[in-house]
């Protein structure tokens, strides 16, 4: 047996689809359905403006009401309207927005705050709804209203119904699993997180008498920057994020060409310096929220940042991969990430005092900048500013020129020279830094000796970010930790191995540590008689194994312990018996080691012993 027949898509087919698919969070429901009734608003007005329309003078509002017996939440408007003729059309029949319609009717009104465009908005309520009733009544003279009910599955009723006013009224009848949204505090905290900046007055329960808004119908970000207060401005930052600390500082974007973008962007207060803090950055269309942190509008370090970003322009769509594509948004995301470079450059140059009080806040905010988006690197590499041994602050090239101020004139000169000559790849300068300035202060101590000096990278994100550093200025510097190696400048000569090989051989042959290399050098200082160095390379690999959690993470195998021959206990050395040659290794082992890291427990123990016994040598003396 054969049969043909056409696969038809009607609601019926498609409601479950809607249900589960289309929107994985029920909570939008609510601002679908105020949303439509703004745009119902929106367009009333335009339609009074356009001489289409009279107004009856009324507060334009949006009612929301919750009837726990009844088991109803209802959201009114007066709004547009409509006629049984376009709920049929724009309510019956899905999928079909009435807001293109209405812009292809009305061609002189133009498209501006009308939200539409989220498409299947109204379909959303069936989240939450076993059944919905619509009381509508157009605008038009002598229209009727009407009555539309529908379980949303299959059937539905449309009928005449004596409607007073203008307007509409949605109905929602809560299914018995989704009760929680007859709860009066989830309403208002929905209506709170979607619809605080919507344009026109929403009311929760209304009485008649003493009620206020809950939103702000003018929100700070639509001002003109020149005329918000740094008190509006905090103020706003409270009451939006709910932060009782004050922002740093803020940029307020604010832009009509080639795309309509406004908001304002917050440099919150870093509460926690070991961990980043995720911020949010709550994207806005036409001051309806549409969610936080949107990657591909807001590129993803910005979202450490706090800031309200409404964008008109965004072609909102259900699906994310299509905004992935979209140039437009692309633009959007470099305009945003430009001025906020812009802001810090500014800053930086303006008023070098406040930038500088700022940056242990702002300071791995841009470094994670920097490594997430190149352009951004580019923009700002010149505010990087480290501060040295001095507390003194400076950006890179500060700092090269304030380690050789003698260079500069010398580049001038030289650069005459190498034009005729073939150009050498020029040596990247080194430039010192510690990671703990209270852990590295024994290397501290001897660099300020030597007169060298270094920077305090002490962010967790400083070892990636050095790095990153090297990879992009790979002709300019490279870093070494200060207890990387031992800089000509603690030296007082140059040592050949081959002459101390004699002592570092006997040393190593009594140390319990097996592994470590020992060599030896001759100090300008004769106090510190030896120092642990880890080659740089072994130890960042070892971080970064440790950040990701790898094994590998052990770098004690590259370890390297530095013999002063300037001290005098080093010196005696090769004169001691069997016996107190090990005593002295160990102990001048565990010294180095106890300035290096901590020492592991049986070091830590051997190394209690071996002192308890020197005391009691001494006092015995
Ligand atoms: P969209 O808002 O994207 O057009 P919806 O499913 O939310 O899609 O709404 C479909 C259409 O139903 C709207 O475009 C509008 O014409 C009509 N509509 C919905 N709610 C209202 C309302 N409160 N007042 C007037 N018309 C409405
Ligand atoms: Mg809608």
Same mark, same amino acid.
């Given at each position: 047996?054969?049969?043909?027949?056409?696969?038809?898509?009607?609601?019926?087919?498609?409601?479950?689809?809607?249900?589960?698919?289309?929107?994985?969070?029920?909570?939008?429901?609510?601002?679908?359905?105020?949303?439509?009734?703004?745009?119902?608003?929106?367009?009333?007005?335009?339609?009074?403006?356009?001489?289409?329309?009279?107004?009856?003078?009324?507060?334009?509002?949006?009612?929301?009401?919750?009837?726990?017996?009844?088991?109803?939440?209802?959201?009114?408007?007066?709004?547009?309207?409509?006629?049984?003729?376009?709920?049929?059309?724009?309510?019956?029949?899905?999928?079909?927005?009435?807001?293109?319609?209405?812009?292809?009717?009305?061609?002189?009104?133009?498209?501006?705050?009308?939200?539409?465009?989220?498409?299947?908005?109204?379909?959303?309520?069936?989240?939450?709804?076993?059944?919905?009733?619509?009381?509508?009544?157009?605008?038009?003279?002598?229209?009727?209203?009407?009555?539309?009910?529908?379980?949303?599955?299959?059937?539905?009723?449309?009928?005449?119904?004596?409607?007073?006013?203008?307007?509409?009224?949605?109905?929602?009848?809560?299914?018995?699993?989704?009760?929680?949204?007859?709860?009066?505090?989830?309403?208002?905290?929905?209506?709170?997180?979607?619809?605080?900046?919507?344009?026109?007055?929403?009311?929760?329960?209304?009485?008649?008498?003493? !009620?206020? &808004?809950?939103?702000?119908?003018?929100? #700070? =970000?639509?001002?003109?920057? @020149?005329?918000? *207060? %740094?008190? $509006?401005?905090?103020?706003?930052?409270?009451?939006?994020?709910?932060?009782?600390?004050?922002?740093?500082?803020?940029?307020?974007?604010?832009? !009509?060409? &080639?795309?309509?973008?406004?908001?304002? #962007? =917050?440099?919150?207060?870093? @509460?926690?310096? *070991? %961990?980043? $803090?995720?911020?949010?950055?709550?994207?806005?269309?036409?001051?309806?929220?549409?969610?936080?942190?949107?990657?591909?509008?807001?590129?993803?370090?910005?979202?450490?940042?706090?800031?309200?970003?409404?964008?008109?322009?965004?072609?909102?769509?259900?699906?994310?991969?299509?905004?992935?594509?979209?140039?437009?948004?692309?633009?959007?995301?470099?305009?945003?990430?430009?001025?906020?470079?812009?802001?810090?450059?500014?800053?930086?140059?303006?008023?070098?005092?406040?930038?500088?009080?700022?940056?242990?806040?702002?300071?791995?905010?841009?470094?994670?900048?920097?490594?997430?988006?190149?352009?951004?690197?580019?923009?700002?590499?010149?505010?990087?500013?480290?501060?040295?041994?001095?507390?003194?602050?400076?950006?890179?090239?500060?700092?090269?020129?304030?380690?050789?101020?003698?260079?500069?004139?010398?580049?001038?000169?030289?650069?005459?020279?190498?034009?005729?000559?073939?150009?050498?790849?020029?040596?990247?300068?080194?430039?010192?830094?510690?990671?703990?300035?209270?852990?590295?202060?024994?290397?501290?101590?001897?660099?300020?000796?030597?007169?060298?000096?270094?920077?305090?990278?002490?962010?967790?994100?400083?070892?990636?970010?050095?790095?990153?550093?090297?990879?992009?200025?790979?002709?300019?510097?490279?870093?070494?930790?200060?207890?990387?190696?031992?800089?000509?400048?603690?030296?007082?000569?140059?040592?050949?191995?081959?002459?101390?090989?004699?002592?570092?051989?006997?040393?190593?042959?009594?140390?319990?540590?097996?592994?470590?290399?020992?060599?030896?050098?001759?100090?300008?200082?004769?106090?510190?008689?030896?120092?642990?160095?880890?080659?740089?390379?072994?130890?960042?690999?070892?971080?970064?194994?440790?950040?990701?959690?790898?094994?590998?993470?052990?770098?004690?195998?590259?370890?390297?312990?530095?013999?002063?021959?300037?001290?005098?206990?080093?010196?005696?050395?090769?004169?001691?018996?069997?016996?107190?040659?090990?005593?002295?290794?160990?102990?001048?082992?565990?010294?180095?080691?106890?300035?290096?890291?901590?020492?592991?427990?049986?070091?830590?123990?051997?190394?209690?012993?071996?002192?308890?016994?020197?005391?009691?040598?001494?006092?015995?003396?």
């Amino acid at each position: 047996m054969s049969k043909q027949g056409n696969i038809r898509i009607s609601s019926e087919n498609m409601m479950p689809i809607i249900k589960k698919w289309l929107y994985s969070d029920k909570d939008i429901f609510l601002r679908e359905i105020v949303a439509n009734g703004i745009d119902a608003i929106t367009k009333f007005k335009k339609l009074v403006e356009m001489g289409e329309a009279e107004s009856d003078n009324s507060e334009y509002c949006i009612k929301i009401s919750l009837d726990k017996d009844a088991k109803t939440l209802s959201v009114e408007d007066n709004g547009i309207g409509m006629t049984a003729d376009e709920v049929e059309k724009y309510i019956t029949q899905i999928a079909f927005s009435g807001a293109a319609d209405f812009l292809s009717n009305y061609e002189k009104a133009n498209g501006d705050g009308i939200i539409g465009h989220f498409g299947l908005g109204f379909y959303s309520a069936y989240m939450v709804s076993e059944n919905i009733e619509i009381f509508t009544k157009s605008y038009q003279k002598d229209a009727e209203g009407v009555r539309w009910e529908s379980d949303g599955e299959s059937v539905y009723t449309l009928e005449e119904y004596k409607k007073e006013d203008r307007g509409t009224k949605i109905v929602m009848h809560i299914s018995e699993d989704e009760k929680e949204f007859l709860d009066e505090g989830r309403i208002r905290s929905l209506i709170d997180k979607y619809c605080s900046f919507m344009p026109y007055n929403i009311y929760f329960n209304f009485t008649g008498k003493d !009620d206020k &808004p809950l939103n702000d119908t003018y929100p #700070l =970000y639509l001002k003109d920057p @020149k005329e918000c *207060t %740094e008190e $509006e401005y905090k103020e706003f930052y409270r009451k939006t994020f709910h932060d009782y600390h004050d922002p740093l500082f803020w940029i307020h974007l604010n832009m !009509d060409y &080639p795309f309509r973008l406004k908001g304002i #962007l =917050y440099f919150p207060k870093v @509460k926690n310096k *070991t %961990e980043l $803090e995720r911020g949010h950055v709550k994207l806005y269309c036409n001051q309806v929220y549409i969610a936080d942190n949107i990657k591909e509008v807001i590129p993803e370090f910005l979202t450490l940042l706090n800031g309200v970003i409404d964008c008109p322009d965004i072609p909102l769509n259900v699906s994310r991969s299509f905004l992935q594509n979209d140039r437009q948004v692309q633009k959007i995301s470099r305009h945003i990430t430009k001025k906020v470079a812009d802001k810090l450059t500014g800053l930086f140059n303006n008023d070098r005092e406040k930038f500088i009080q700022c940056w242990s806040d702002v300071s791995v905010f841009v470094k994670l900048g920097c490594i997430k988006d190149e352009d951004f690197y580019n923009k700002v590499k010149d505010i990087i500013i480290y501060k040295d041994l001095d507390g003194v602050y400076r950006n890179f090239d500060e700092y090269l020129k304030f380690l050789h101020p003698e260079k500069e004139d010398q580049k001038e000169e030289a650069s005459k020279e190498d034009s005729t000559e073939t150009k050498t790849e020029k040596e990247p300068e080194t430039i010192y830094y510690v990671s703990d300035e209270a852990g590295q202060a024994q290397y501290i101590s001897l660099f300020r000796q030597a007169g060298l000096n270094a920077l305090v990278c002490d962010t967790f994100i400083d070892t990636h970010f050095i790095s990153y550093l090297e990879y992009k200025e790979p002709t300019k510097m490279r870093f070494l930790r200060i207890d990387a190696d031992i800089d000509a400048a603690l030296k007082s000569e140059t040592t050949n191995s081959d002459d101390t090989k004699e002592l570092t051989e006997a040393f190593k042959a009594e140390l319990k540590n097996t592994t470590i290399a020992v060599k030896a050098e001759k100090f300008k200082t004769t106090e510190v008689s030896a120092v642990i160095n880890v080659a740089e390379f072994s130890r960042r690999f070892g971080e970064m194994n440790a950040f990701y959690g790898l094994a590998g993470a052990d770098v004690d195998r590259d370890m390297t312990l530095v013999l002063n021959l300037s001290n005098p206990i080093v010196q005696a050395f090769m004169g001691l018996d069997e016996e107190k040659r090990k005593f002295v290794a160990n102990q001048i082992y565990y010294l180095a080691m106890l300035s290096y890291k901590k020492l592991s427990s049986d070091e830590m123990k051997d190394f209690a012993e071996s002192s308890n016994c020197l005391l009691e040598n001494y006092i015995n003396k």
